[in-house]
């Protein structure tokens, strides 16, 4: 099974940062015990065996991925009011993938490639 996060969209492999951003990933949970909230206001896709929820590990990890400049707001289909704010500090301190100029969304990078 998949376990995508809720609220953010991380790089594509290929896509700038992609690699740097998966490692983040791998850094925040890796050797950890965590949690997942998914209490069914994340969809769960049969066909992909997926479930989208927040990952806990004890922190969020997708505010700990915004927070760093991993990941973007998925502002269609973001629920967490704290990750707009850590967005705009990772911008506005030019962190992770915000160093860059011209970061593509990874929802207009998939539909590009």
């Not at 997926?50 to 998925?74: C, F, L, N, Q, T």
Request: hydrophobic residues 35%; aromatic residues 10%.
């Amino acid at each position: 099974m998949i376990v995508r996060l809720a609220n953010v969209d991380a790089p594509e492999t290929d896509q700038p940062f992609g690699k740097r951003a998966g490692r983040a990933l791998h850094d925040l949970t890796y050797g950890k015990k965590v949690e997942i909230d998914y209490r069914g206001e994340y969809p769960y896709r049969e066909r992909e065996r997926e479930i989208i929820g927040v990952i806990h590990a004890p922190y969020d990890v997708a505010e700990e991925m915004v927070r760093e400049g991993m990941a973007w707001d998925y502002v269609r289909y973001d629920t967490d009011p704290a990750i707009p704010c850590l967005e705009q500090q990772a911008r506005a301190g030019h962190l992770g993938l915000w160093s860059q100029l011209g970061a593509i969304p990874p929802w207009e990078w998939r539909h590009a490639h």
